[in-house]
């Protein structure tokens, strides 16, 4: 069946103004002013006059089975809701590990990404964790990437008391195990490196480029938006050698990362210190606990932080004249969609990508009100059309 998407301003993320969008299946087919619904075919017809058009984000990094951040058994948090996911954009997703490696397992990670699949989102994971030598699924690093297409790349940790305190040179192994890997099977792969807020900050990432002539564009380190210690300044000149850096959206004191700063913010200060904006990515970390803290800096409680954080960074970039929507989209679709390798079918609306589309109101804002994925509505008036599998049982309350 045929979809058309007739009257919005469209951002492929670049601004293309007012177009029309022909999907068939799964797949968009055209894109232009001029585009009609086929006369000798079923059309649905889609209006979204008054309305801003651009692709379904990317965030190459959610907690999707849960993590605890060291907040001991009572703050472990469940799988990632579905409906944070999608009614906030994100139409693809990366599933990852943190600093757990026996209350968690990368098949339970696998078995979530699966079932968020069938359920119309795209995902990946990363195998590893925090730790070296990584657990993995198949044995190796170097066998999951080459063994699991939904393996885009090893996670693991530097400057956090949490981590197995390696060496550049362990790291420099467990790199070249992803690299080897991925050009095994012609596919794009990263290792994915946690930046924790100890002084020695990215010091290690810069010691296996400097000493082994490895690229630092496969090597992506995240939570760069750490500015004690001032993780963003090492951010910026890795991004100026060409290397991807992720910002985190949770990270920010008012929402208990008391080291981080504003990605909005961060954006502003790297931008202009000369960091190329295809070199940043952004994402969630979302559905790991993060601490409510009172004035004094205390926490208090703890809260399960959400997908939707991206959408309120992306929106102040925008509100607060920092880049405009079609730069600031660049770091949800472009930008990861090549850094993972997808960029062929993801991070764009054009003719023979997947049909990853939002429809929201406008930039200042963003309320989402539709979302599609690879064609299927999955968001209508703001909600996700999928509520749960379970029902009340209904034969129940006759026994009481």
């Known amino acids: 069946m045929f979809k058309l998407i007739v009257g919005g301003e469209v951002y492929t993320p670049e601004k293309l103004g007012k177009a029309n969008i022909l999907i068939a299946g799964d797949k968009i087919i055209a894109v232009g002013e001029d585009i009609k619904a086929p006369g000798a075919y079923e059309c649905e017809i889609i209006d979204a006059a008054g309305k801003i058009v651009y692709p379904g984000w990317i965030d190459p990094h959610i907690h999707i089975t849960g993590a605890d951040d060291s907040q001991g058994p009572y703050g472990h948090t469940y799988d990632a809701s579905y409906q944070d996911i999608v009614e906030s954009g994100v139409t693809t997703a990366v599933g990852t590990l943190g600093g757990e490696l026996w209350v968690r397992t990368l098949e339970q990670l696998y078995w979530k990404a699966?079932?968020?699949?069938?359920?119309?989102?795209?995902?990946?994971?990363y195998t590893g964790?925090?730790?070296?030598?990584?657990?993995?699924?198949?044995?190796?690093?170097?066998?999951?990437?080459?063994?699991?297409?939904?393996?885009?790349?090893?996670?693991?940790a530097i400057s956090d008391a949490t981590t197995s305190h390696h060496t550049w040179r362990e790291m420099a192994e467990l790199v070249s195990e992803v690299n080897i890997g991925a050009e095994t099977v012609k596919k794009t792969a990263v290792t994915h490196v946690h930046v924790g807020r100890r002084p020695q900050r990215m010091d290690m990432l810069f010691e296996v480029i400097e000493n082994t002539g490895l690229s630092p564009k496969g090597i992506v380190p995240t939570h760069v938006n750490r500015a004690t210690p001032d993780v963003i300044a090492q951010g910026i000149e890795w991004a100026k050698r060409g290397g991807y850096v992720d910002l985190t959206t949770q990270m920010r004191k008012e929402e208990g990362?008391?080291?981080?700063?504003?990605?909005?913010?961060?954006?502003k200060r790297m931008l202009a210190e000369g960091c190329p904006?295809?070199?940043?990515?952004?994402?969630?970390?979302?559905?790991?606990?993060m601490a409510i803290r009172d004035t004094k800096g205390k926490q208090i409680a703890i809260y399960i932080a959400p997908v939707d954080f991206t959408r309120r960074e992306i929106r102040d970039i925008v509100h607060n004249r920092i880049t405009p929507f079609e730069e600031a989209l660049k770091m949800v679709t472009t930008n990861p969609a090549k850094c993972l390798g997808v960029d062929e079918r993801k991070g764009r609306i054009a003719e023979g990508y997947d049909a990853d589309i939002v429809i929201a109101d406008k930039p200042e804002s963003l309320r989402v009100e539709k979302v599609y994925a690879k064609g299927k509505m999955l968001v209508d008036s703001g909600k996700s059309l999928w509520q749960g599998y379970y029902k009340k049982d209904p034969y129940y309350d006759q026994y009481h």
Not at 257 to 267: E, F
Request: proline fraction near 6%; charged fraction near 20%; include cysteine.
């Open 114 to 125: 699966i079932e968020l699949e069938m359920m119309g989102l795209t995902t990946y994971i």
């Open 129 to 156: 964790c925090f730790h070296i030598p990584p657990p993995t699924i198949t044995g190796t690093v170097r066998g999951d990437v080459i063994l699991i297409d939904k393996v885009r790349g090893c996670k693991t």
């Open 257 to 267: 990362t008391l080291t981080g700063l504003k990605t909005d913010l961060a954006v």
């Open 277 to 289: 904006i295809e070199g940043i990515t952004i994402s969630s970390d979302a559905n790991c606990p």
